[in-house]
């Protein structure tokens, strides 16, 4: 991965982001296609490496979807920006992210699921949606290692993945090529302001300045203090466990549910399996009980996972708003202040439009209409 240029002396930028995650990293690449190069990104670790490197990749708004709602709405939007995305990543890289558009299967094993997934079939199908019924014997013909005690699925043909690895990848060369300067190792410690104005960050490397400040610290945006009282914005981190087994054929296709849990099939052949939701702190720590549960979804979903070994297992911290919902655009106690942050279970699903909406906003100075239920100021 790029490092990045080192930050010069003079630390004067038109914007700063602080947290060079999908998110960072995809508000960072959509202000330099505006036309604004003097954008800095800082990390305190190594680029990409804590959620957006954990994560699944599964960009599925759909799957779980009972209801029209402002949430609905964005994490269609960004899902549907997804094939012009990284097309454009791979053009301007070289990388594939590797969206992988098969689609996404959510697998029912018993008999009281049944009932939800019609609901939500009619609902989506009275929407306009894509969404397909499907009975045991025809999901078994588009996915012949389900288990036989599948009562029904649905499949959501528009229900994609992406490599969120090779995604992040191919941002920080995206960004590299763009002439933004990215920073690793370089700590935020606060943000600086003057007058009602953000005037920069203070950082363990010296100050910034810059008249827009992104926080895009994922779950460690609450720990960055500021001169003037921010708004009461909590984020938690959630830890979310996840493994990969190593088969020696093709056991799936599409993403796969079950109400324990998802199967994800790599292109490299490897099958990720996930996850879990725990308030462990900042324990980034696979354990043992984890490892037990997922594997025994896998197999109830796979039966022929039950002979392989675990090839894999990581853990890494979803950032989570009280209310889960992300938080997203300017506060209105602090001028040229920006969140990009409380992406939860949906950070790379979202990061096409939260780059797009976010850097709308810097570069027009108004809000566009999308981010107002996710305003930073809801809390107060
Ligand atoms: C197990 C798991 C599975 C998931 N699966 C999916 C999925 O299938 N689909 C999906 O859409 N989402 C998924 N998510 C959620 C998704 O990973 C996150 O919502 C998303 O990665 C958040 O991106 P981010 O850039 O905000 O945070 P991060 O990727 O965590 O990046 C934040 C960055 O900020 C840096 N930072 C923190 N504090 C400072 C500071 N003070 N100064 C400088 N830098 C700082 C960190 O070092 C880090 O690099 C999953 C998450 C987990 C954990």
Not at 281 to 304: H, N, Q, W, Y
Request: glycine fraction near 8%.
């Amino acid at each position: 991965m790029p490092a990045g240029r080192p930050l010069e002396s003079s630390q004067t930028a038109d914007v700063v982001i602080v947290g060079g995650g999908v998110i960072g990293l995809s508000v960072a690449r959509a202000l330099a296609k505006r036309g604004l190069h003097n954008v800095i990104v800082v990390d305190k670790n190594e680029f990409g490496r804590e959620a957006s490197w954990a994560a699944g990749g599964i960009l599925a708004p759909q799957v779980e979807a009972d209801k029209d709602d402002d949430f609905f709405r964005i994490a269609c939007a960004s899902r549907d920006l997804y094939p012009q995305f990284t097309e454009a990543l791979q053009s301007e890289t070289g990388i594939d992210a590797q969206l992988d558009t098969t689609g996404t299967l959510y697998a029912a094993f018993a008999d009281d699921e049944e009932a939800e997934f019609r609901a939500r079939f009619v609902w989506q199908q009275s929407q306009g949606l894509a969404v397909e019924w499907l009975d045991p014997e025809s999901a078994r013909k588009l996915e012949p290692e389900l288990s036989e005690r599948v009562c029904c699925a649905l499949r959501f043909p528009n229900d994609f993945q992406v490599e969120n690895r090779r995604l992040v990848s191919a941002l920080l060369i995206a960004n590299e090529r763009l002439g933004v300067r990215l920073n690793q190792g370089c700590e935020a410690l606060a943000i600086r302001t003057e007058n009602g104005r953000v005037a920069g960050i203070e950082t363990a490397h010296g100050f910034i300045s810059a008249p827009f400040v992104v926080l895009a610290a994922g779950a460690w945006t609450s720990s960055i203090a500021s001169s003037t009282a921010l708004p009461q914005i909590e984020i938690k981190p959630v830890r979310g466990q996840m493994l990969s087994f190593n088969p020696n054929e093709q056991l799936a296709r599409h993403v796969i549910y079950s109400s324990r849990g998802y199967l994800i099939p790599r292109s490299d052949g490897r099958l990720l399996a996930g996850s879990t939701t725990e308030t462990a702190g900042f324990e980034k720590r696979v354990t043992s009980e984890a490892v037990s549960a997922i594997t025994s979804m896998a197999v109830e979903i796979l039966p022929a996972l039950a002979s392989l070994p675990v090839g894999a297992s990581w853990a890494g911290f979803r950032p989570c708003a009280k209310d889960g919902l992300p938080v997203l655009g300017p506060t209105k106690r602090i001028d040229g202040l920006f969140y990009a942050t409380g992406h939860y279970r949906n950070g790379i699903l979202l990061a096409p439009i939260t780059g797009e909406l976010i850097a709308e906003a810097i570069v027009s100075s108004s809000s566009p209409p999308l981010l107002s239920s996710f305003s930073p100021d809801r809390f107060e």
